[in-house]
């Protein structure tokens, strides 16, 4: 029987297209962002076009307090949660030493603290239903410098060592933990761009990846996904 798929940040781009897959394959789906119309419009297309439950609610992941709201409205719907993807983030590009005052704590909020507060706020379900698939969100940028990769890169590299370190915690409770790291997708944050939208994956190919990973056996696991546009990185 079909579950609950919790994805943050899931209203447009990656979040939204892992929502699409797994509400078309029956599973119940929740998700927040920070734009009450955007919810209420995902909500409402949802509704004509799968038969689940779509649960939702305006947080900024970025603030602690407003995680801790959002996991608690989590909990409350006496769903167990059988996929968690923390899919919640920022991007502002700039070398480390020019970029503006603030733009680290900005973004390690936003990348990873987020991340990390979510997590520890619905992994006691999956440890005492021993099931459960956590995906983090990743990025090329995880293991890999680039310029003005700035800030970005270092919240990135930290997101995959919170994946490993989380991996090791879980595999004896039978939740599986998989790091997503893809190069450039098609999203609302390359708009203005001149290059070509085959130069770029789809999110759709993000969300068929992360789907097909799920739906393994639990005798195994991806523990990490490295996912680059045909023609190389941008």
Request: net charge neutral.
């Amino acid at each position: 029987m079909a579950g609950l798929v919790v994805v943050t940040g899931g209203t447009k781009g990656i979040g939204r297209a892992i929502l699409e897959k797994f509400a078309s394959n029956g599973y119940d789906v929740c998700t927040c962002a920070r734009k009450k119309a955007e919810l209420e419009s995902l909500a409402a297309d949802f509704g004509k076009k799968y038969k689940v439950k779509i649960h939702h609610r305006v947080a900024d992941l970025s603030i602690t307090d407003q995680v801790a709201n959002f996991v608690e409205f989590v909990n409350q719907l006496g769903q167990q949660v059988d996929v968690l993807v923390n899919n919640a983030g920022q991007f502002v590009g700039g070398a480390i030493t020019e970029e503006p005052s603030g733009a680290l704590e900005a973004m390690i909020a936003a990348n990873l603290y987020s991340a990390y507060h979510t997590t520890r706020g619905l992994v006691g379900g999956m440890k005492q239903q021993r099931h459960g698939h956590i995906f983090n969100m990743c990025s090329v940028a995880s293991f890999m410098a680039y310029p003005n990769g700035g800030s970005y890169a270092i919240t990135k590299f930290a997101l995959l060592g919170f994946s490993k370190s989380l991996r090791e915690e879980l595999k004896s409770y039978g939740v599986r933990v998989t790091a997503i790291l893809p190069g450039a997708v098609r999203t609302a944050s390359w708009d203005g761009t001149d290059l070509p939208n085959d130069r770029f994956m789809k999110s759709e190919d993000v969300a068929n990846t992360v789907f097909s990973a799920y739906m393994l056996s639990k005798q195994s696991v991806v523990e990490e996904i490295v996912m680059r546009p045909m023609l190389g990185d941008i």
